[in-house]
Protein backbone atom coordinates (compact mmCIF):
# COMPACT_ATOMS: atom_id res chain seq x y z
CA UNK A 1 0.00 0.00 0.00
CA UNK A 2 3.05 2.61 0.61
CA UNK A 3 4.70 1.86 -2.66
CA UNK A 4 1.13 2.77 -4.58
CA UNK A 5 0.49 5.66 -2.58
CA UNK A 6 4.15 6.94 -3.35
CA UNK A 7 3.38 6.29 -7.23
CA UNK A 8 -0.08 8.29 -7.13
CA UNK A 9 1.30 11.19 -5.39
CA UNK A 10 3.41 11.75 -7.78
CA UNK A 11 0.76 11.54 -10.83
CA UNK A 12 -0.11 15.07 -11.27
CA UNK A 13 -3.55 14.52 -11.47
CA UNK A 14 -4.38 12.22 -9.54
CA UNK A 15 -5.09 12.86 -5.29
CA UNK A 16 -5.00 9.23 -3.05
CA UNK A 17 -8.01 9.91 -0.69
CA UNK A 18 -7.49 6.51 1.16
CA UNK A 19 -8.51 3.47 1.33
CA UNK A 20 -11.79 0.64 0.17
CA UNK A 21 -12.16 -3.21 0.89
CA UNK A 22 -14.13 -5.08 1.00
CA UNK A 23 -13.86 -7.66 3.85
CA UNK A 24 -14.38 -11.54 2.98
CA UNK A 25 -17.57 -12.93 2.25
CA UNK A 26 -18.24 -14.92 5.72
CA UNK A 27 -20.50 -15.33 8.41
CA UNK A 28 -17.48 -15.14 10.69
CA UNK A 29 -17.50 -11.86 12.54
CA UNK A 30 -13.74 -12.12 13.78
CA UNK A 31 -12.26 -12.90 10.88
CA UNK A 32 -14.10 -9.76 9.28
CA UNK A 33 -13.09 -7.71 12.33
CA UNK A 34 -9.81 -8.77 11.65
CA UNK A 35 -9.49 -7.61 8.32
CA UNK A 36 -10.86 -4.60 9.05
CA UNK A 37 -8.05 -4.03 12.15
CA UNK A 38 -5.47 -4.90 9.31
CA UNK A 39 -6.68 -1.86 6.85
CA UNK A 40 -7.22 0.17 9.41
CA UNK A 41 -3.66 -0.09 10.68
CA UNK A 42 -2.25 0.26 6.93
CA UNK A 43 -4.15 3.68 7.14
CA UNK A 44 -2.74 4.74 10.22
CA UNK A 45 0.37 3.88 8.79
CA UNK A 46 -0.42 5.65 5.13
CA UNK A 47 -1.03 8.74 7.96
CA UNK A 48 2.22 8.45 9.44
CA UNK A 49 4.30 8.26 6.79
CA UNK A 50 3.05 12.00 5.97
CA UNK A 51 0.06 11.15 3.38
CA UNK A 52 -3.07 13.25 3.34
CA UNK A 53 -5.29 10.18 3.52
CA UNK A 54 -9.17 10.75 4.85
CA UNK A 55 -10.89 8.13 3.80
CA UNK A 56 -11.29 4.68 5.28
CA UNK A 57 -14.33 2.79 3.10
CA UNK A 58 -15.27 -0.72 4.49
CA UNK A 59 -18.31 -2.51 5.10
CA UNK A 60 -21.39 -3.06 3.64
CA UNK A 61 -25.24 -3.49 4.87
CA UNK A 62 -24.52 -7.02 6.52
CA UNK A 63 -21.20 -6.25 8.40
CA UNK A 64 -21.56 -2.02 8.66
CA UNK A 65 -21.90 -2.14 12.85
CA UNK A 66 -18.18 -3.98 12.41
CA UNK A 67 -16.72 -2.20 10.42
CA UNK A 68 -17.81 1.21 12.14
CA UNK A 69 -16.71 0.39 15.14
CA UNK A 70 -12.74 -0.55 13.39
CA UNK A 71 -12.92 2.66 12.16
CA UNK A 72 -14.42 3.07 9.07
CA UNK A 73 -15.08 6.53 7.74
CA UNK A 74 -17.31 5.34 5.12
CA UNK A 75 -19.85 2.29 4.78
CA UNK A 76 -21.79 1.04 1.40
CA UNK A 77 -25.11 0.28 2.73
CA UNK A 78 -27.27 0.38 -0.47
CA UNK A 79 -28.88 -3.58 0.17
CA UNK A 80 -30.43 -1.56 3.65
CA UNK A 81 -31.62 0.98 1.78
CA UNK A 82 -32.98 -0.61 -1.20
CA UNK A 83 -32.97 -4.40 0.07
CA UNK A 84 -31.11 -6.92 -1.98
CA UNK A 85 -30.97 -6.91 -5.64
CA UNK A 86 -30.78 -10.03 -8.16
CA UNK A 87 -28.43 -10.50 -10.55
CA UNK A 88 -29.06 -11.90 -14.31
CA UNK A 89 -25.92 -14.68 -14.52
CA UNK A 90 -24.93 -14.91 -17.82
CA UNK A 91 -25.46 -18.04 -19.72
CA UNK A 92 -22.11 -19.12 -19.78
CA UNK A 93 -21.77 -19.70 -15.57
CA UNK A 94 -25.12 -20.42 -15.12
CA UNK A 95 -25.18 -24.42 -13.74
CA UNK A 96 -25.57 -26.37 -15.64
CA UNK A 97 -28.78 -28.75 -15.17
Given at each position: ?????????????????????????????????????????????????GFDVDTLS????????????EGATIVRI????????????????????
Amino acid sequence: AITLAKFVSQQPRLKLRGLMAVPELTSATALQREQFQVMREIFEQLKKQGFDVDTLSMGMSEDMTIAIAEGATIVRIGTAIFGARRYAIPEELAPRQ
